[in-house]
């Protein structure tokens, strides 16, 4: 009796022996595969609240009425010299010239005429008189233009224009003195007129009635 006993306890860890050997490297990976599974420790986030920005800032634009004021004002008020000088035509003993006018048609206009080389006035002009008288022919010249207003400063003077007189093929030769010019009344009154014309010296008469 004993004996059997003892077979059937052999016969039964012989069996639980096999299955050991048979299903224990299962076990073991079963075990490593829930293992690699456990998830990992993660890292800890944290959030540092954010500190409020500056408002901001509104960019205008400068007012630049006033400064655009200033400027034109400025400009207004630089004084120069007659603009667009030029030689309109051209004859044995005078030649006329134009530039740009300014002011309505009561306005005269009055200029001086110099030569550029010698710098020695020549005549004066205006804007009823624009022709430059007493020329020799066949000359060339060189001439610029002031306001008569800015005498006796040539600081504002105009471009300089060149030109050259043409001969003389007149039968008879001119009188030494040029025609009088810009003549004007001055004065009236009851018994005598006052006249003023151009020349040299700028001559100025009284007619008795």
Not at 7 to 36: C, H, M, N, Q, W
Not at 116 to 125: M, R, S
Not at 149 to 162: A, E, F, Q
Request: hydrophobic fraction near 35%; include cysteine.
């Amino acid at each position: 009796m004993l004996f059997r006993y003892r077979k059937k306890f052999f016969r039964a860890a012989i069996v639980l022996l096999a299955l050991l050997l048979a299903f224990g490297p299962l076990l073991d990976s079963s075990r490593t595969y829930a293992a690699e599974q456990e998830p990992a420790d993660q890292p800890i986030v944290t959030f540092q609240p954010e500190e409020p920005s500056d408002p901001p800032v509104e960019l205008t634009q400068p007012d630049n009425e006033a400064t655009d004021a200033a400027i034109l004002s400025s400009d207004s008020d630089v004084k120069s010299g007659p603009t667009n000088l030029a030689v309109a035509e051209v004859y044995h003993n005078r030649a006329v010239i134009k530039w740009d006018l300014v002011g309505d048609e009561t306005d005269p206009n009055n200029i001086d005429i110099w030569n550029a080389d010698t710098g020695k006035w020549i005549t004066y002009g205006s804007r009823w008189n624009m022709t430059i008288t007493g020329l020799e022919p066949e000359t060339t010249y060189r001439v610029f233009i002031t306001w008569d207003k800015d005498r006796p400063s040539l600081d504002y003077k105009s471009n300089i224009v060149t030109f050259t007189t043409l001969a003389d093929t007149s039968e008879y030769k001119d009188p030494p003195l040029s025609p009088p010019s810009y003549l004007k009344i001055i004065d009236i009154t009851d018994q005598d007129v006052t006249l003023n014309w151009g020349s040299a010296l700028r001559q100025q008469v009284m007619i008795c009635m």
